[in-house]
């Protein structure tokens, strides 16, 4: 987040941003953090402002799902969720690729300890976790078709849903994402953000300052 946060500066945003977790552990966290557990399908009213979900919806099975917008939907507020894996045969052949990225990548993180060296190259366990890890998560990522399967009991005139594809600029990010918005707003998306990575997080400052000032009810 706070890589995020650094580049929404260089596009001139400053963006309040509030963190969340079933098990909260503010410690060391330098961004606000909100002290309760915050359940994704039940979050507490007083958290206004558009609520985003990165690379986590695939965790959750149909109806918890369906839960979580259901609750931002009778809430009326916006939200926005990203991923980052998809069902496809490009993609879960990808996957057989992260073992390799561990091994390459194991040196440079840090802190780095002895067992994680012992587990990643003498009994490579890291590699062969990290592989299964990512393997299910493309599995379990919705489809498009199935995201929109999800909102279709969440429709009013006041609220509109939005699933699709994020166009990079060096590729077609092969994801789902789904967005929300209310009809007073309906038409920021007539104009998708640019193939810039972080363009989508100016357009959900510009959503959450309107939810904020009450235009998004």
């Given at each position: 987040?706070?890589?995020?946060?650094k580049?929404?500066?260089?596009?001139g945003?400053?963006?309040?941003?509030t963190?969340t977790?079933l098990?909260?552990?503010?410690?060391?966290?330098?961004?606000?953090?909100?002290p309760?557990?915050?359940?994704?399908?039940n979050?507490?009213?007083?958290?206004?402002?558009?609520?985003?979900?990165?690379?986590?919806?695939?965790?959750?099975?149909?109806?918890?799902?369906?839960?979580?917008?259901?609750?931002?939907?009778?809430?009326?507020?916006?939200?926005?969720?990203?991923?980052?894996?998809?069902?496809?045969?490009l993609?879960?052949?990808?996957?057989?690729?992260?073992?390799?990225?561990?091994?390459?990548?194991?040196?440079?993180v840090?802190?780095?300890?002895?067992?994680q060296?012992?587990l990643t190259?003498?009994?490579p366990?890291m590699?062969?976790?990290?592989?299964?890890?990512?393997?299910?998560?493309q599995?379990?990522?919705?489809?498009?078709?199935?995201?929109?399967?999800?909102?279709?009991?969440?429709?009013a005139?006041d609220?509109?849903?939005?699933?699709?594809?994020?166009?990079l600029?060096?590729?077609?990010?092969?994801?789902?994402l789904?967005?929300?918005?209310?009809s007073?707003?309906?038409?920021?998306?007539?104009?998708?953000?640019s193939?810039?990575?972080?363009?989508?997080?100016?357009?959900?400052i510009?959503?959450?300052?309107r939810?904020?000032?009450?235009?998004?009810?």
């Open positions: 987040m706070q890589l995020v946060l580049e929404m500066a260089k596009l945003h400053l963006p309040h941003v963190l977790d098990y909260p552990a503010p410690a060391g966290s330098s961004l606000d953090y909100w309760e557990p915050v359940c994704a399908s979050v507490p009213p007083e958290l206004r402002g558009v609520r985003t979900l990165f690379t986590c919806f695939h965790h959750f099975n149909p109806p918890v799902a369906r839960a979580v917008l259901g609750n931002a939907f009778a809430q009326r507020q916006p939200i926005c969720i990203f991923e980052a894996t998809s069902r496809t045969t993609a879960i052949a990808a996957s057989f690729a992260i073992p390799f990225l561990v091994l390459f990548l194991t040196p440079r840090r802190p780095l300890s002895a067992s060296i012992a190259y003498l009994i366990i590699p062969l976790l990290a592989l299964w890890d990512g393997f299910v998560s599995l379990r990522t919705y489809s498009i078709a199935e995201l929109q399967a999800l909102t279709r009991d969440c429709s005139p609220y509109v849903w939005k699933c699709g594809l994020i166009k600029r060096v590729r077609e990010c092969p994801s789902a789904v967005i929300c918005s209310v007073r707003v309906k038409d920021d998306f007539e104009a998708e953000p193939a810039h990575p972080f363009a989508w997080f100016s357009f959900l510009n959503l959450n300052n939810a904020l000032a009450g235009h998004v009810r």
